[in-house]
């Protein structure tokens, strides 16, 4: 502990498709499990990247392992395992040929490794990869990077593909690698997807690092779903009054029947509806993929 | 062994073995075709002086006024060496060049391989090593039919100057498969190698052998990579050694600008 795995400072990509990212600042300590959120084109792909010095920033630094992404990008590489987040494999070459390949280019990986995590995914290792599926391949792309017991991993939408089952065996390899001492830097789209394994969670946006909390603190948040029923014909009176109050967000209509986020004080907003015409009223406690979207929706404004 | 130490080349080989094979059986066919022919054209009253007769323009078009085409080898020289040689060799080695890198970042098979401990000039150098052993084997085929076939088909040909041949088309080979790898690397795109390098290769033959007809592209064949690798008919005469070293210093140039941009600049994925 106390080392940083990962440290970018001001990292910045100006990048064509508005795919760059914008002064990110991130530190990752060994021995965590961090997740990476944001959706598709918000530059978790882009920082990755620029981890394994594929891509160059434009300002700022990043480094790993205690490594100038850059001018050691080498020695990086020896040390971690990636799974690039849209890859494929050469299609006529079966699985087994695949990781044969790979660790040749990796002289020093320890060969029952391999051996245990095969098992563990069940990965079909004699068939060539244009008749694997894609749940398939990503077993493979799993395997390889962890197939050399590098001290920190690196996964690009590792679950993407992933069968319910395979993604909790998946969870259940972080966890182990963790207890060993491993490090995990995971990116994904759905926090629903990251709660079980992540301790910290970063969330980006148009290129922007959001906030950096752990996942109980971001649960924490208190953002409670509402759905509110009112009396037949009141629905336009109830919108017009919803939309003023203060500490709701997110308001959807059907009907006379309605739902919102609430992100402040209850009181406020029992106040507010107080004089209206509510029928039944039901709240319970956002999941993280709601808290989640409210964030993004927060910093809309 | 060779595996262990460079393995982006003892992957190409293991993935363009079988076309490989392919290739040499093709290649011998088709010079064996050739050379079975030989008999019978050589039979053939008159070819000797339909040729005498053609003015020498024509000649010069058809890259037969170095040699005499009613010889065994300025007949194989005229028929294999002046366009179908050079033609299949190119398929081969501009075809390896784009895709080891360029392909490898269109098929999105170059993240994975550079998030592995080995540096992009490595890749670049090993897929260059490749190239380089294409073409020295297809070099070799075409030195052992002709071996093979000199004595059969009464060709004529001195078995060193069917090397110094051969050497010439493997640096033609080289020298433009190094330049398709190199723009591969320099831009990721297996299609773009393809189309500027089958451009050059294009564009530089007919302007080299238009140069012997308009006086003002008189010059121009010293620009065609054709004219180091074929000029003056290496087959009867034997093979200008410099003019391969020009072919060798123009591929090499080739892989360091390829290098450079290849380093410098970020991988799409």
Redesign the interface.
């Given at each position: 502990m106390g080392a940083l795995a990962i440290r970018t400072q001001g990292l910045t990509?100006a990048?064509r498709h508005g795919r760059g990212i914008n002064d990110v600042d991130l530190e990752v300590p060994a021995g965590e499990v961090f997740g990476f959120l944001g959706p598709n084109g918000a530059g978790k792909?882009t920082t990755i990247?620029v981890l394994?010095?594929?891509?160059?920033p434009t300002a700022g630094s990043a480094s790993v392992l205690g490594l100038d992404s850059h001018g050691e990008s080498?020695?990086i590489?020896?040390r971690?395992g990636?799974l690039?987040?849209?890859?494929?494999?050469?299609p006529?070459l079966t699985g087994a040929q695949v990781l044969d390949?790979?660790s040749?280019?990796?002289?020093n990986t320890p060969p029952d490794r391999r051996e245990e995590l095969v098992q563990r995914f069940a990965v079909q290792l004699d068939r060539p990869m244009k008749q694997l599926s894609k749940g398939n391949r990503q077993k493979i792309?799993l395997v390889?990077a962890f197939q050399h017991s590098p001290e920190l991993v690196i996964l690009d939408e590792p679950t993407s593909g992933l069968d319910p089952l395979m993604q909790d065996e998946f969870h259940r390899l972080v966890r182990d690698y963790v207890a060993e001492g491993g490090t995990v830097f995971l990116s994904s789209h759905s926090l629903d997807e990251v709660q079980h394994t992540a301790d910290r969670v970063g969330i980006v946006r148009d290129g922007r690092l959001v906030t950096v909390e752990t996942v109980d603190d971001l649960r924490g948040r208190g953002v409670r779903r509402v759905t509110l029923t009112v009396a037949a014909g009141s629905g336009d009176l109830v919108e017009g009054q919803l939309r003023v109050l203060d500490g709701i967000s997110d308001v959807t209509r059907r009907g006379d029947v309605f739902e919102f986020a609430v992100v402040g004080s209850y009181s406020s907003v029992l106040a507010g509806l107080g004089q209206l015409p509510v029928i039944d009223m039901l709240s319970r406690a956002a999941d993280l993929d709601e808290v989640f979207l409210s964030l993004y929706r927060g910093t809309d404004a | 062994m060779i595996a262990q130490r460079f393995p982006v080349f003892a992957q190409g080989v293991r993935d363009r073995r079988k076309s490989l094979v392919w290739w040499s059986v093709g290649v011998t066919v088709y010079i064996g075709v050739i050379a079975a022919m030989w008999p019978s054209i050589r039979g053939a009253a008159g070819l000797s002086d339909i040729m005498s007769q053609l003015p020498q323009p024509i000649l010069d078009l058809m890259g037969a006024s170095d040699y005499d085409i009613s010889t065994g080898a300025g007949y194989v020289s005229g028929e294999l060496f002046g366009f179908m040689i050079p033609i299949f060799i190119l398929i081969l080695t501009i075809g390896a060049g784009a895709a080891a890198i360029g392909g490898a970042e269109e098929r999105g098979t170059l993240d994975l391989l550079l998030s592995h401990p080995i540096s992009r000039r490595q890749v670049l150098l090993q897929s260059a090593a490749l190239v380089a052993v294409e073409a020295l084997l297809f070099g070799v085929v075409i030195v052992v039919t002709l071996a093979i076939a000199t004595p059969l088909a009464d060709l004529q040909i001195a078995f060193v100057y069917s090397i110094g041949a051969a050497f010439g088309i493997v640096f033609l080979g080289v020298a433009l498969g190094w330049i398709a790898l190199a723009v591969g690397a320099a831009t990721g795109s297996r299609s773009l190698a393809l189309a500027s390098t089958g451009s050059l290769a294009a564009v530089t033959y007919l302007l080299g052998s238009l140069s012997g007809l308009v006086d003002f592209l008189h010059n121009a064949k010293w620009i065609s990579p054709f004219f180091y690798a074929n000029d003056g008919a290496p087959l009867v005469h034997g093979y200008t050694w410099w003019h391969g070293l020009v072919l060798a210093g123009v591929g090499v140039m080739a892989l360091v600008i390829g290098i450079i941009r290849f380093d410098r600049r970020n991988l799409s994925n």
């Open positions: 990509l990048y792909t990247r394994l010095d594929l891509m160059r080498l020695k590489r020896e971690t990636y690039p987040g849209d890859f494929s494999l050469p006529s390949w790979l040749s280019l990796r002289p792309g390889q | -």
